[in-house]
């Protein structure tokens, strides 16, 4: 649902947009249609995926279908020739390109000694050098337009160790993409063409994310990221450029307060998963001191080896493609799986109360457990059904478990008598705020609190269970 209406300002316009066949690219594309712009849709999807929905050409068809007009070109970013191609054709049908969207990009969440050259070159090819090149290309066509704008889908810089020090090839890559931003708003000032980048604030549900996870409820619509991208493509690029914006900071900037329309699930609209970027100092400094191996995070199982393989891919493809990414990069060594991180790279704004650190050295960790097995139920044991083993470090370290799986049910202090479907490892602290309510499970594995490794299903049946069991810790 779009909050943002159409005022025409695209009207005309000719918007060269990478990875537009599908996700956030496509919204974009969408909300231009409806001005009656002009869309290159220059991806790599030309024939159907066999699980995901859309290619260049069903995107053409949506695109038309609102009133704008369409190119699906077959573009490999890494590849000069293509784009150069592609941009030829928007010339002999649309005389020219007003905007460029810089949305394609390539993911692999690694640690230095797992990432391969291949996926390092892949992914600074794709990102930061088919952004570059890109941009590089349409500079000529972008100086005869009178509206000229550059938009990369790319997050704010932050100079902080941590972003690096988790997944440093990708964090690269990344920054590469704003670092274009940063650099081409200012050489470009005299060009009157503005060059900004765009962020989601929360995880944003797209075909791919409903289909393989079943679950967007926590999650907002792609059209949050595409009216906000609207606004700023309808700004003065002579005034508005070298921004590093957030979607939901444009909107409220424009006077739409009201985040809930754009929540997949109106409920949970204050409950969002948050994609971060923003920095917290209190979380960084948190993971400033735990060891390299504890800060490496992307979590599932290592058990069942081509299930469980297929899984990770699954979920890294529905991560990369919250974000239009043009290419996917899946764990091809199953010892590596442990180590993969996820996609999102805002971090949570600082909501942890300064008390609940205070109480870390306490013995909050049994007071919890004691609690807890006071509340554990039949009937929470039959909407559960998963034993989980928790691994704790830092000030109070030690094992414990909670067997929702088995008779009524049990919890407390070592590894469970019955094999667990999930084990969790993370610090005392996030421990402790987790099951206060302070801290869902799903943000603690995103933002790399919290490392999974067994059954990736069961372990975010978390969710439910800590708001069973929230009001009452």
């Known amino acids: 649902m779009s909050l943002v209406a159409n005022t025409g300002k695209l009207a005309g316009r000719t918007l060269f947009i990478t990875g537009a066949s599908r996700g956030i690219g496509k919204a974009i594309a969408l909300k231009a249609a409806k001005d009656g712009a002009n869309v290159v849709i220059a991806a790599k999807t030309a024939e159907p995926h066999p699980k995901l929905p859309g ?64 996926r390092y070159d892949l992914m600074h090819n794709i990102n930061t050098r088919g952004t570059f090149l890109a941009s590089k290309l349409c500079l000529p066509l972008l100086k005869n337009s009178d509206h000229a704008h550059i938009l990369n889908l790319s997050p704010p810089l932050n100079m902080s160790p941590y972003w690096f020090s988790i997944h440093v090839a990708y964090t690269m890559a990344k920054y590469g993409m704003s670092m274009c931003v940063l650099g081409m708003s200012e050489e470009f000032k005299p060009l009157n063409i503005g060059v900004n980048a765009l962020w989601p604030k929360t995880a944003i549900a797209t075909a791919a994310i409903e289909m393989l996870t079943g679950d967007t409820s926590t999650s907002r619509k792609p059209e949050i990221v595409s009216d906000a991208a609207y606004l ?18 444009v909107l409220k900037e424009h006077g739409i307060k009201d985040m809930t329309p754009y929540a997949c699930d109106p409920k949970n609209a204050d409950k969002l998963l948050l994609d971060g970027f923003l920095d917290d100092p209190a979380a960084i400094g948190h993971h400033q001191t735990v060891t390299t191996a504890s800060i490496r995070r992307y979590h599932t199982t290592t058990v069942n080896h081509a ?35 996820p996609d999102f790279f805002l971090d949570v704004p600082g909501d942890v109360k300064e008390e609940v650190r205070k109480t870390e050295s306490g013995g909050q960790i049994p007071q919890l457990f004691t609690t807890i097995s006071k509340v554990i139920t039949p009937e929470l044991v039959k909407k559960t059904q998963a034993v989980y083993q928790f691994n704790v470090k830092g000030k109070e370290e030690g094992v414990w478990h909670i067997d929702l799986k088995n008779g009524d049910g049990a919890c407390g202090q070592g590894e469970p008598k019955n094999p667990p479907d999930a084990t969790l490892t993370m610090d005392s602290t996030n421990f402790a705020e987790m099951f206060a309510g302070k801290l869902k499970p799903t943000t603690a594995f995103m933002m790399g609190k919290l490392k999974i490794n067994g059954d990736l299903q069961k372990a975010m049946k978390l969710e439910k269970m800590m708001k069973s069991l929230k009001t009452k810790v």
């Open 55 to 118: 290619t260049i050409y069903t995107a053409a068809e949506e695109i038309e279908a609102l009133g704008g007009k369409a190119l699906p070109c077959i573009v490999d970013v890494r590849e000069e020739k293509q784009v150069q191609a592609a941009i030829d054709e928007a010339v002999k049908k649309f005389n020219g390109i007003d905007i460029l969207v810089n949305n394609a990009s390539a993911i692999s969440l690694t640690g230095t000694a797992q990432t391969d050259m291949k």
């Open 232 to 249: 700023m493509l309808c700004q003065d690029p002579k005034k508005y450029t070298g921004n590093f914006a957030i979607d939901e900071d």
């Open 307 to 341: 299930e469980k393989v297929g899984h990770v891919r699954q979920l890294i493809t529905c991560i990369a493609l919250v974000f239009g990414s043009c290419c996917i990069l899946c764990c091809q060594n199953v010892g590596n799986i442990a180590n993969l991180l």
